[in-house]
C-alpha cells in the first residue's frame, strides 16, 4: 500500500514536500517515482530513483524538485521535495513503484494522490 502526504495551496516559486509511505515494499528492482496528473492530460513521470539510488527528472522540474527514499522497518518511504513552484506544476501527484522509468504504464503500484496546486 502506497499512501502519499503533503500536497496543498502554495503561491508560485513556494516550496513543497511531498512524502510516501510504502508498507510492507521492498524497492528491490526497476524504479519507484513520483508522476503527476493535470485536468484533461495525461500523467506524466516527474521524478524517480532506481535501486542503486540514481535519479531522473523530467525536463521540466530539473533543478527544482528533489526525489529521495528511505528505509524504516519493512517500509519504503519516497520524497520529493519541490521549490521554485510554478502554475503549470499544479496536479494530482502519485507515487508509484515496480516500474520502468520510461514506461508509466509498466508501474505495478499506486498510491492514491496527493493534490498540489500552485496559484
Known amino acids: 500500500q502506497l499512501v502519499e502526504s503533503g500536497g496543498g495551496l502554495v503561491q508560485p516559486g513556494g516550496s513543497l514536500r511531498l512524502s510516501c509511505a510504502a508498507s510492507?515494499?521492498?524497492?528491490?528492482?526497476?524504479?519507484v517515482g513520483w508522476f503527476r496528473q493535470a485536468p484533461g492530460k495525461e500523467r506524466e513521470g516527474v521524478a524517480a530513483?532506481?535501486?542503486?539510488?540514481?535519479?531522473?527528472?523530467a525536463d521540466s522540474v530539473k533543478g527544482r524538485f528533489s526525489i529521495a527514499q528511505d528505509n524504516a522497518g519493512n517500509t519504503l518511504y519516497l520524497y520529493l521535495d519541490m521549490n521554485n513552484l510554478k502554475p503549470e506544476d499544479s496536479g494530482m501527484y502519485y507515487c508509484?513503484?515496480?516500474?520502468?522509468?520510461?514506461?508509466?504504464?509498466?508501474?505495478?503500484?499506486w498510491g492514491q494522490g496527493t493534490q498540489v496546486t500552485v496559484s
Open positions: 508509484a513503484a515496480d516500474g520502468i522509468w520510461s514506461r508509466v504504464a509498466t508501474f505495478g503500484y
Open positions: 510492507g515494499y521492498t524497492h528491490s528492482r526497476y524504479w
Open positions: 530513483i532506481d535501486t542503486d539510488g540514481a535519479t531522473s527528472y
